[in-house]
């Protein structure tokens, strides 16, 4: 976990720094969707590998942004089922450099997780998250890009907490600007 908070803030420092490689005008708004993957490490290494998630973000300044993002995971075998949906806000820093922006983000939200069985029972619990994370964007044309990213989210419930890694990849589209 110092890692991850340490690369999430040396990222976010050098998203902060001014360059003369920020030729690139930022955008009024960013809409991104795309494939979500989702790993509980808790749970044996329980993988969720069928995703989607969907972002959108406005920007305070240059380099800050404000970010909404959803997110849900699947996965069927047997006769389970579980379903896990991620609802958060938060902030993104990024380096808006010549065809690549590098992020670091900061999410917190709920998540809901939906489990039913074959013999026609179902559960759902809700809890508190908190998601470090970043990538990159990789500018396709003035408007579209390619998104990558890796998120770390750890869920808090009954006083205990668990690990998940969820990879992201999709398309954003940079609305407004110059």
């Not at 991104?32 to 972002?55: C, K, M, Q």
């Not at 559960?123 to 908190?130: A, H, I, K, P, T």
Request: aromatic letters at 8%.
């Amino acid at each position: 976990m110092r890692t991850l908070t340490a690369a999430t803030l040396a990222l976010a420092a050098v998203a902060a720094t001014p360059s003369a490689g920020w030729a690139q005008p930022e955008p009024r708004a960013e809409v991104g969707v795309g494939y979500s993957f989702l790993r509980i490490a808790e749970a044996d290494g329980l993988n969720l590998p069928a995703g989607w998630t969907a972002s959108a973000a406005a920007p305070v300044n240059r380099w800050l942004s404000g970010v909404g993002e959803f997110a849900g995971n699947y996965r069927s075998e047997g006769g389970a089922k579980p379903r896990l949906f991620t609802y958060q806000v938060g902030v993104r820093a990024t380096a808006r450099l010549n065809g690549i922006e590098p992020f670091a983000q900061f999410l917190a939200g709920g998540l809901t997780v939906n489990a039913r069985c074959s013999c026609g029972g179902s559960q759902s619990v809700n809890d508190f998250v908190v998601e470090p994370g970043g990538g990159v964007d990789l500018r396709l044309t003035p408007r579209t890009a390619v998104r990558v990213a890796v998120g770390f989210p750890v869920v808090f419930s009954d006083g205990d907490h668990a690990n998940l890694f969820r990879f992201q990849t999709g398309v954003v589209i940079k609305l407004g600007g110059q």
